[in-house]
C-alpha cells in the first residue's frame, strides 16, 4: 500500500514544511488536485505550483486533473514535474490519446472515475493506462464524507484487472482516514489519496502508522 496525502488539505501558508513533515512521516507520494473552476466548482494550483513542490521533495508527484483542458494542462504539469497524471475520460476529446501523450512524456497515465460513472464508461481504456484512480467523494473540495457505495466498484475493478493480468494499479481518493482505510484495502485499492485524513491531524507521523497498522492483517 502506498500512501499519499493530499495537499488540498494542507496549510498553504507553509507549504514547503507540510511537505516535509509528510514526507518525513512516512509518505510514498503526494497527491496534487489540480482545477480549474470549470470541471469542479473550485480553482487550486498549476504547473508553477507543482513546479515549486518539485524543488522540495523526491517523492513522486501524484496530479489529478480536474480541468476542461486535459491535453493543453498534462504536459505542462509533467514538465513541471508531475510523475502521474490522473484524467477524467469525459473531458478528453480523445482519451486514448491523451494518456499515450501522457505515457509519452514519462509519467504514468490515469484515468480518474467518480462515483456516478459506470465502469463500462472506461473498461475500455483499461489496456492503456497505468492506474485507475476511484473517487470515493465527488471531486471538487476537501473533507468530504466517504461514499461507502464506491467500495464494490473498487472490488470489481479490482477483479477485472486480475483476470485479464493487467499491470494497473487501483487508486481510491476522498474521505480515506485511518478508522475506514482497511476497507478500502480490503476491496483492493493499492494507492490511498487521504488529505484532511492526515492533514488536519495533530501528528501526521503517529496518523500514517495508523493507517499502515489498521491495513497489516489484510
Known amino acids: 500500500m502506498k500512501i499519499a496525502p493530499s495537499i488540498l488539505s494542507a496549510d ?12 518525513a ?25 507543482v513546479e515549486s513542490i518539485r524543488k522540495v521533495t523526491r517523492l513522486p508527484l501524484d496530479v489529478h486533473l480536474m480541468v476542461t483542458e486535459p491535453d493543453k494542462y498534462a504536459p505542462e504539469l509533467i514538465k513541471a514535474g508531475a510523475n502521474w497524471i490522473s484524467v477524467h475520460q469525459d ?6 490519446t491523451t494518456l499515450k501523450t501522457i505515457r509519452r512524456l514519462g509519467a504514468g497515465a490515469s484515468i480518474a472515475v467518480n462515483p456516478d460513472i459506470d465502469l463500462d464508461e472506461v473498461e475500455k481504456f483499461f489496456s492503456g493506462i497505468d492506474m485507475i484512480l476511484m473517487m470515493t467523494v465527488f471531486p471538487g473540495f476537501a473533507g468530504q464524507t466517504f461514499i461507502e457505495d464506491v467500495l464494490p466498484k473498487i472490488q470489481k475493478i479490482r477483479s477485472i484487472i486480475a483476470e485479464r493480468g493487467l499491470p494497473v494499479l487501483v487508486e481510491a481518493d476522498g474521505g480515506i482516514k485511518a478508522d475506514n482505510i482497511h476497507r478500502v484495502v480490503s476491496a483492493g485499492a493499492e494507492v490511498i489519496v487521504s488529505g484532511s485524513g492526515i492533514f488536519k491531524t495533530a501528528d501526521y507521523g503517529e496518523t500514517i502508522r495508523r493507517m499502515r497498522k489498521a491495513v497489516e492483517k489484510i
Open 91 to 96: 473531458t478528453c476529446k480523445d482519451p486514448r
Open 12 to 23: 498553504f501558508s507553509r507549504l514547503k514544511d507540510e511537505i516535509e513533515a509528510v514526507e
Open 25 to 49: 512521516a512516512g509518505a510514498d507520494w503526494l497527491h496534487v488536485d489540480v482545477m480549474d473552476g470549470h470541471f469542479v466548482p473550485n480553482i487550486t494550483v498549476g504547473p508553477v505550483v
